[in-house]
């Protein structure tokens, strides 16, 4: 298989970058499950960005930095800011049916969450990703240029000219739908294959999040940074028979407030924003709450909104709630955090390229400086939508240099002395170990202790998953274990490194922010894949 431009993924910034990109080449987009099934169509609040008469690009800026606790990158946020309206404008364009006012003045309406300082989150009630994927999907199935491929899972990235002033990426090696195993040759290859909420036990995101293209850009040779910044969201419904369902920071947004077992409010005692605090903070008071009382969950309050109102402007919520016995129009909806965002992330520039030669990576795979040590509600379906249109900026500007190098032949894969993987239950303790220590160690407040605990089961996990992909024959779930337990030990490495609390990272031994730790984690890899080292750097030094 040979191509221009191979794109590993299908939410927003897989399919934005392939319709910017079409017109440049022949694209070829894998994804591992079926298309839709990507953590954008789950994505509930909106899309945020100057719309308003009352907002400036200034006053997003100041939230975002707020929210980013010192680790944002200041030019990166003023760009993407910048940008945010025109890419909002691009996406209606494409056939995305936004809220408008009611009253017929045509105006979006705008939406509030959590650190935002004005109404500014453009949505479609609390569907959002889900039309917007819409809209991009079918937009690509119209578009002759690009070939969409489900149930096909890279493996990893074909490098050539591999420790030369050649290196460059190739493509990928995929595992197809039937079993078989293909290098896939392309010009360009960009990654978009989103978070790895599922490192967690309990997580907002959807199966796929196993941190694919961020342990694929790693063992390729790609810097990797930040990742100890995995954000909690503070409201996932508890349920019993409610996986992953997120309670939308926008039911906060309008008027939401969290109160216990007895329906006292509690969040005053931690933030003068009260319930509108930026995500950390909200996460960890209700973690304390929660660990203190040995309470279950905590509860969120909107009945003060009626069942109509509540029933327009969340019908999701509404509708799964009511499923489940819970008419929120009547009754608080009990919740708890669940891992929602990896904030971390590749190492990319201001047009998504990575440390890689011929390797873009985008969405929540890539660390962009955006989000720094907590990402602001609703900027990350924004930063993909932007840095989609930056990315194929420079693939169009850069042209010549893509498509003038020979594309080099690379082997055919080998499975060596692999056998058949008879026993499942090889990979399914390990993914059970594994997101167990992650949770009850690694989670949103942390200790040394517990976290040198998880790096030594860890380690053994790595170990033991290398040599079952050496042994046996590859499959989907081998692939996924794979590099889900190289992205936890990068967590648990990473908040190792940082001596001091911060945004999302809080270590009760090391509570206080700390001015000699303003600067990020980089992961870069040895000369063998075992080799890694972890160091703080100073942002400027990347
Ligand atoms: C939400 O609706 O609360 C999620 C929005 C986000 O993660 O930005």
Redesign the pocket.
């Given at each position: 298989m040979e191509t221009d431009f191979l794109i590993i993924g299908s939410g927003i910034a897989g399919l934005s970058f392939a319709l910017r990109v079409s017109g440049l080449g022949k694209v070829v987009l894998i994804t591992k499950k079926e298309r839709v099934d990507s953590a954008t169509n789950l994505?509930?609040?909106?899309i945020a960005a100057v719309l308003s008469r009352e907002d400036k690009n200034e006053y997003h800026v100041h939230d975002t930095l707020v929210s980013g606790a010192g680790l944002c990158d200041i030019q990166v946020v003023k760009m993407v800011v910048e940008c945010g309206a025109q890419r909002i404008r691009d996406l209606i364009d494409l056939g995305v049916h936004f809220v408008r006012e009611e009253g017929g003045g045509g105006d979006l309406d705008l939406g509030r969450?959590g650190g935002h300082s004005q109404r500014r989150v453009a949505h479609a009630y609390?569907l959002t990703g889900r039309e917007i994927e819409r809209a991009l999907l079918e937009a690509v199935k119209k578009n002759p240029n690009i070939e969409v491929y489900e149930n096909f899972t890279a493996i990893d990235l074909l490098i050539s000219g591999k420790n030369t002033t050649n290196e460059r990426c190739i493509g990928a090696y995929v595992l197809e739908e039937d079993g078989k195993v293909v290098p896939y040759r392309a010009r360009w290859t960009t990654l978009c294959t989103g978070g790895c909420g599922k490192v967690y036990l309990y997580t907002s995101n959807p199966d796929i999040s196993t941190g694919d293209g961020i342990a694929m850009a790693f063992r390729a040779g790609a810097k990797v940074t930040n990742m100890e910044f995995v954000q909690f969201?503070p409201t996932c419904l508890y349920h019993p028979s409610a996986k992953n369902f997120?309670i939308?920071?926008?039911v906060r947004g309008e008027g939401g407030v969290l109160v216990d077992v007895d329906g006292n409010r509690f969040m005053h005692k931690y933030d003068q924003r009260g319930e509108l605090a930026t995500r950390d903070t909200v996460a960890r008071a209700i973690d304390k709450e929660m660990k203190e009382r040995g309470l279950d969950c905590v509860y969120l309050d909107i009945r003060s909104k009626g069942e109509d109102f509540l029933h327009k402007r969340f019908p999701t919520i509404y509708e799964r709630c009511r499923d489940l016995g819970i008419n929120i129009a009547k009754q608080p909806i009990p919740v708890v955090p669940a891992a929602?965002?990896m904030c971390g992330g590749v190492l990319v520039d201001t047009h998504g390229r990575s440390s890689v030669d011929g390797l873009m990576v985008l969405g929540e795979s890539a660390n962009t400086g955006l989000h720094g040590g907590n990402?602001l509600?609703?900027?990350?379906l924004l930063e993909a939508v932007v840095y989609a249109e930056k990315s194929y900026q420079f693939c169009r500007d850069n042209r010549e240099y893509i498509f003038s190098r020979e594309l080099p032949t690379v082997d055919e894969w080998s499975a060596g002395e692999a056998i058949d993987l008879d026993e499942e239950i090889l990979i399914n303790h390990n993914w059970d170990v594994l997101r167990r220590t992650m949770w009850n160690y690694v989670g949103i407040v942390r200790t040394t202790k517990r976290l040198l605990l998880a790096k030594q089961r860890m380690s053994e996990i790595l170990q033991e998953v290398e040599q079952h992909y050496r042994d046996y024959y590859i499959s989907a779930s081998m692939i996924e274990l794979r590099n889900i337990s190289l992205v936890a030990m990068m967590i648990i490495e990473a908040a190792l490194q940082r001596k001091e609390s911060r945004g999302l990272h809080f270590v009760t031994d090391y509570p206080d922010t700390r001015d000699d730790y303003l600067c990020w984690n980089i992961f870069a890899r040895g000369q063998t894949n075992a080799e890694w080292a972890v160091r703080l750097v100073d942002k400027r030094a990347l």
């Open positions: 994505a509930q609040g909106g969450e609390d969201h997120l939308s920071e926008a929602h965002y990402r509600a609703s900027n990350s």
